[in-house]
């Protein structure tokens, strides 16, 4: 140890009465030991890395909590936009089919097959051309007293008042809503 001796050295001659001895004792003892020096510093002593790493695990811990409720914010936001967007397609289409049918200016019978199909679009036909005839039928007056002319207002009478009975059973299947779904569903 050559710094020791030599602060020993200085020492003994300043003090002049204190032995060399003891001056180098006082000195080896305010240096560290060699072994200290070369050691790592203790994890959890307050001020070293190690520990102000750990003393940050709470903020980090925080911030990954923050980060995953946002996240998840996010994807419910998607899915509720995505769903939107599937309502607002739906009522587009409504709303065209609504126009088109307006800008059209079918009769009935013709909407009926956009509206219920061909089944009841074909039965609202059978409506229509039975009433023409019985209107043009009805307004001819000279052929009012036939024989053939009673008979055709009495089956049209008879046809209309027994499809009145039939009506609900024909539209039930496509007005009932207790079974309802939206297209695509």
Same mark, same amino acid.
């Given at each position: 140890?050559?710094?020791?001796?030599?602060?020993?050295? @200085?020492?003994? $001659?300043?003090?002049?009465? @204190?032995?060399?001895?003891?001056?180098? #004792?006082?000195?080896?003892?305010?240096?560290?030991?060699?072994?200290?020096?070369?050691?790592?510093?203790? =994890?959890?002593?307050?001020?070293?890395?190690?520990?102000?790493?750990?003393?940050?695990?709470?903020?980090? @811990?925080?911030?990954?909590?923050?980060?995953?409720?946002?996240?998840?914010?996010?994807?419910?936001? =998607?899915?509720?936009?995505?769903?939107?967007?599937?309502?607002?397609?739906?009522?587009?289409?409504?709303?065209? *089919?609504?126009?088109?049918?307006?800008?059209?200016?079918?009769?009935?019978?013709?909407?009926? !097959? *956009?509206?219920?199909?061909?089944?009841?679009?074909? &039965?609202?036909?059978?409506?229509? /051309?039975?009433?023409?005839? &019985?209107?043009?039928?009805?307004?001819?007056?000279?052929?009012?007293?036939?024989?053939?002319?009673? /008979?055709?207002?009495?089956?049209?009478?008879? =046809?209309? #008042?027994?499809? $009145?009975? #039939?009506?609900?059973?024909? *539209? /039930?299947? !496509?007005?009932? *809503?207790?079974?309802?779904?939206?297209?695509? @569903?």
């Amino acid at each position: 140890m050559p710094i020791a001796s030599s602060a020993a050295t @200085a020492a003994s $001659q300043a003090l002049g009465s @204190a032995s060399a001895l003891q001056v180098a #004792t006082a000195a080896s003892n305010a240096l560290p030991p060699a072994s200290a020096a070369s050691s790592a510093p203790d =994890w959890w002593t307050q001020g070293s890395l190690s520990f102000e790493l750990v003393k940050g695990m709470p903020a980090v @811990a925080v911030a990954l909590f923050i980060g995953l409720c946002t996240l998840w914010v996010a994807v419910e936001q =998607w899915r509720v936009a995505r769903d939107q967007a599937k309502v607002a397609n739906a009522k587009l289409n409504f709303d065209l *089919f609504s126009e088109r049918i307006g800008l059209l200016f079918l009769p009935a019978a013709a909407k009926a !097959h *956009f509206l219920f199909g061909d089944e009841i679009g074909n &039965y609202f036909d059978d409506v229509a /051309r039975r009433n023409r005839a &019985y209107g043009m039928a009805k307004g001819g007056n000279e052929r009012a007293t036939s024989e053939a002319f009673q /008979r055709f207002m009495s089956e049209t009478d008879l =046809w209309f #008042t027994a499809e $009145q009975e #039939t009506l609900r059973e024909r *539209f /039930r299947n !496509h007005l009932d *809503f207790s079974n309802w779904r939206p297209p695509g @569903a």
